[in-house]
């Protein structure tokens, strides 16, 4: 760092407080509004650009437990009847749009199964659910289909018919190994559910098991976020994906912070979150793991990918299908109905459930990528170049200048990559990209 740098500015708060951190899209969602639908409805109504991928998201919003940490649309109340009322809801949305020209004869290269809890429903809704999706769209051009799991939901007989159904990347959502932190954050299981879960689904020959780790839950502490890192590391999962603690505002803790009149979080500070996340990523490369992104390590980067990040991330049409889904179809953002009854409802009456949208500029598109890919740690100019004609170094100077002045990006002449420190404060940095209409407004 040169001698005249200033500290990144939007680290010098280190308490965590209310708000996102973690940022999945560009522009910001508080620009998508209602009055947008219709660029939504007119891009599915025209054909698919040449070589795009096609990808589909199914949100299962029901859980056994609302964790305290949690802003996923998610239900917890929800009998057999309005489960089977639901699912029937997201079959009829697939049907309306299996046939529009937007699919244009594409089958689906990555499927993603998230929640809420997609294994929290039985094999009989599973089973009824998938084999209506592959009438619609079929899946044997499948790459990748991912499903979330909440261990407790797991028997032996649940994975062995998950596994059946042909998914590929098993997704442990463990969180933690300790049972006082899982019972103090809200979570469902217990420990000895996360062991036997993962000693079925390792029988099972799922090609890919992913575990998720969150750094900073309440009650955390140095000795157990070491353990749960020892823990991980000896169950030799093909991936680890890491979390820093974030608490944004549709929390139950904001909520809790907000009837005491309190800002700061009773979670990690910032610092201490990085450290925990610089210390495990350190013990999984020296285990044999290779880091991949900001949240990322994986065992084999020969073999084990990421399709659902990799390609939404370089363009990719998402269908996103269930409450409160998001969907980026043609150049086009677009996102469900935010609610159990009006996102039903719209589908029963025949009516996609789509609440609001947004078309981004072709400059929006280019930092959108740009920020996304930053999170993997490398960007490559050359497709930027090709993609949209822009010289990244020369449009974008000014940022990369002061990131390469803090010391957490460098340039090799092919590549732009973060620092380790950049990447523990990835989601932080992308916000030097932001348009300035973007940079002080509410991100969600």
């Not at 020959?205 to 009650?219: E, K, S, V």
């Not at 904001?254 to 500070?269: D, I």
């Not at 610092?271 to 490369?285: N, P």
Request: aromatic content about 12%; charged content about 25%; overall charge negative.
């Amino acid at each position: 760092m040169s001698a005249t740098a200033q500290p990144i500015p939007l680290l010098l708060e280190d308490e965590t407080k209310a708000g996102n951190y973690f940022v999945s899209n560009y522009p910001p969602y508080s620009f998508w509004t209602p009055d947008r639908v219709p660029e939504a409805l007119a891009a599915l109504e025209r054909p698919p650009a040449p070589d795009t991928v096609l990808g589909v998201y199914l949100h299962i919003p029901f859980c056994r437990r609302r964790c305290h940490f949690c802003y996923f649309r998610v239900y917890t109340d929800k009998n057999a009847a309005e489960i089977r009322r639901y699912l029937d809801a997201a079959i009829q949305e697939l049907t309306l749009y299996a046939q529009r020209p937007f699919i244009g004869g594409r089958k689906p290269r990555f499927i993603y199964f998230g929640g809420g809890t997609p294994s929290y429903l039985s094999t009989q809704q599973l089973g009824y659910l998938t084999e209506a999706m592959k009438r619609l769209l079929p899946w044997d051009e499948a790459e990748e289909i991912t499903f979330e799991c909440e261990p407790g939901t797991l028997t032996e007989a649940k994975l062995r018919f998950i596994r059946e159904l042909g998914v590929t990347r098993l997704s442990l959502g463990v969180e933690h190994f300790q049972d006082r932190i899982l019972k103090l954050n809200g979570r469902a299981h217990g420990a000895a559910e996360i062991d036997r879960a993962y000693g079925f689904a390792r029988s099972m020959d799922f090609p890919q098991i992913n575990i998720d780790l969150i750094a900073g839950m309440m009650g955390d502490t140095d000795a157990d976020w070491q353990f749960a890192v020892e823990k991980t590391i000896a169950f030799q999962p093909d991936s680890v994906t890491i979390y820093q603690m974030e608490i944004p505002y549709n929390t139950t803790i904001f909520q809790e912070m907000k009837s005491r009149g309190e800002e700061v979080a009773p979670v990690a500070s910032w610092s201490k979150k990085r450290a925990w996340v610089q210390q495990a990523f350190a013990q999984l490369e020296a285990a044999g793991y290779t880091i991949t992104s900001a949240y990322t390590a994986v065992r084999n980067p020969e073999k084990t990918r990421f399709l659902y990040r990799d390609l939404l991330w370089t363009g990719a049409d998402l269908l996103g299908l269930g409450v409160a889904s998001f969907s980026h179809v043609g150049g086009t953002h677009f996102q469900n109905q935010h609610h159990f009854e009006p996102y039903i409802a719209d589908l029963e009456q025949g009516k996609l459930p789509i609440y609001r949208a947004l078309t981004p500029t072709p400059e929006e598109r280019l930092i959108r990528e740009l920020i996304l890919q930053s999170k993997l740690g490398v960007v490559r100019p050359e497709y930027f170049l090709h993609k949209f004609g822009v010289d990244i170094r020369e449009r974008f100077a000014e940022p990369m200048g002061r990131m390469r002045d803090w010391g957490y990006l460098q340039d090799d002449g092919q590549t732009l990559r973060l620092t380790r420190e950049g990447l523990l404060i990835a989601d932080r940095l992308v916000h030097e990209y932001f348009l300035p209409q973007h940079r002080d407004a509410r991100y969600a």
